[in-house]
Each structure stands twice: as C-alpha cells, then as structure tokens.
C-alpha cells in the first residue's frame, strides 16, 4: 500500500513523502532525494539495492560538480579517461568500451577535437580507420580533473571519524567487486 501526502517545500516545489512496505522516501518535482530505509532484520535486499544506488549517484553527482573545472560533459570526461588509460583508439573500439552508439561516440569525440583535448592521428595497419590520442591539453585537463577529485575526496574523507573512515574503507572492496561483475 501506497500512502503519499503532497506538501510544499521551502521555495514552493511540489514535494510528497510517502512510506511504502516501511520505508521512508522524500521527493521534490518527482525525484528521490531522500530514503531512510528501515534497519536490523526487517530490512530487505531490495531497501539495501535502493538506497546504495541512492547514495552512489549522489557522491558521483557531488564528484561530476565538484571536480569538473572544464565544464566537460559525462560523456566527454569518460572518453578522455578511456584514451588515457587505454591508449589511442577508434570511435568503434571507444563506442563499444563506454557502452555507446557509434555516431554518439563520434559527436562526443568531435567536440573534444574542437575544443583541443584529443587529435586525430592514422591507423597504423588500417589506412580506412583513424585513432583518437589525446594532446598535450587534453592530458592536462585529465591530471586537473583527477588531483580536483583526489583533493575533494580527501577533503570529504577527512571530516570523517576513524570508525566512518574504516567502514568506508572496508566498504571499497565491496564495491569495487559489485563493479566488476557480471
């Protein structure tokens, strides 16, 4: 059973909580910005999934805002992040690493061309193929966007007490397993 009580925030959006098999959810303009899930035995998995994507997006919407001095997109940053670990690559091969369509790759990659991040440069065993690199602007605008990230981070992690920052730690490994499963 659904129960949903309408209420106006401070600036007048149309806001609502509502509380649904006990758990406690707060929208504003039909977005989730809150949920207090309930805690011991009684709280299912799938309270635990809600809340973790909850909590995950929001710290990479903080990170995205916070360590973003270029203005780049999300598509724009993952793409130079790729080419920098991975070396130069085709639109396909970036297309396919990232997830993407082709043509969503390529207008991504022609905007990072014209704003000077990454240069075209020819295949060297397919003359019909072209690799994108990054140039020299586009590697100091990856090192800015890392050390803004790691700086924030350490920032946020700092405030922390020593219990917080041992759980939290302890929670790294488990997410980077969740990351890396199929």
Same mark, same amino acid.
């Given at each position: ?114 704003? =000077? ?61 969740? =990351?890396?499963?199929?």
């Amino acid at each position: 059973m659904l129960i949903v009580d309408p209420i106006r925030d401070i600036n007048g959006s149309p806001s609502a909580t509502f509380n649904q098999e006990n758990l406690q959810v707060f929208l504003i303009d039909r977005t989730v910005v809150s949920m207090t899930p309930p805690v011991g035995p009684s709280a299912s998995l799938e309270t635990a999934v809600a809340e973790l994507s909850l909590a995950v997006g929001q710290l990479l919407r903080r990170l995205r805002a916070e360590t973003n001095p270029e203005g780049l997109t999300w598509s724009q940053t993952m793409a130079l992040a790729r080419l920098e670990k991975a070396g130069p690559a085709t639109t396909a091969d970036l297309a396919r690493a990232e997830a993407v369509k082709p043509q969503s790759m390529g207008a991504t990659l022609t905007e990072l061309e014209r704003e =000077g991040l990454v240069e075209r440069r020819p295949h060297p065993t397919d003359g019909r193929q072209v690799l994108f690199v990054l140039t020299r602007e586009g590697v100091q605008a990856r090192r800015k966007r890392s050390a803004a990230k790691q700086k924030w981070l350490l920032d946020a992690i700092s405030r922390l007490d020593a219990d917080e920052r041992k759980t939290l730690m302890s929670a790294v490994e488990l997410i980077k397993r969740l =990351g890396e499963s199929e």
